[in-house]
């Protein structure tokens, strides 16, 4: 069974571009999260999705981070315009089930973001 | 706020020796319980978790933990380490609410074994 995957693994950019990182979940995975990870932490919720909808989001910060999930399967996380506080690694993760159920969650390799 | 604790922020053990790590999280109420890790390089994996049942669990690799409720603990367990072991482990809480599931890690455990 193929894992999420994630592109790019990396990334740098100057403060103040756009950046978009893709996640692709586990086939038939209905939930689909993302994470950040700074240096030295453990992973953070940003958002989480079922299918195409959101279900939290209360952790993203919404003045510069989006999300979307439009077809229910594939998800793109961008930053516009990027801090030097957003260096981190983004995980994404998917789980089988309704969000609303406990569920284990299976991660990508993450993109290593860093922001100059 | 749920919070999860790893006190163990870097161990050096010698191979075959035994392990222990430890895990505290704040949240009173129903909690699934994971240790994940992440050998170098390579992306999260699942260890091992709890949902219910017996609180000794079994993982991958010769790894287990147990849930003491009492104590709001799920430390991680396994009696003698290899070289392969060397990797960072993070114990993650999950709980459910009207928001979805809410899996809070915690800081991780840099495991480094030496031959």
């Known amino acids: 069974e193929a894992g999420v995957a994630q592109s790019p693994r990396y990334k740098i950019i100057e403060k103040r571009q756009s950046v978009a990182f893709w996640c692709n979940p586990i086939s038939g995975h209905a939930t689909l999260y993302w994470y950040q990870q700074i240096l030295g932490q453990g992973p953070k919720l940003l958002i989480q999705f079922q299918n195409n909808g959101v279900v939290d989001d209360s952790q993203l910060p919404k003045d510069r981070f989006s999300a979307e999930r439009l077809k229910g399967v594939d998800s793109t996380l961008k930053i516009q315009p990027a801090k030097l506080e957003d260096s981190a690694v983004y995980l994404c993760?998917?789980?089988?089930?309704?969000?609303?159920?406990?569920?284990?969650?299976?991660f990508g390799p993450g993109t290593r973001l860093t922001v100059l | 706020a749920q919070s999860v604790s790893q006190h163990n922020h870097h161990v050096i053990l010698s191979e075959a020796a035994s392990l222990e790590l430890g895990c505290n999280y704040s949240y009173g109420g129903t909690v699934n319980l994971f240790w994940y890790v992440q050998y170098p390089g390579q992306h999260l994996q699942l260890l091992l978790k709890y949902f219910s049942g017996d609180p000794l669990v079994k993982g991958i690799k010769g790894f287990e933990a147990e849930f003491i409720k009492s104590k709001f603990s799920f430390n991680l367990r396994k009696p003698s380490v290899q070289w392969s072991d060397t990797a960072e482990y993070f114990c993650a809480v999950n709980r459910v609410t009207g928001g979805g599931n809410k899996l809070t890690f915690g800081t991780g455990t840099q495991l480094k074994v030496e031959l």
């Open positions: 993760a998917s789980s089988l089930g309704d969000f609303r159920q406990a569920d284990t969650q299976y």
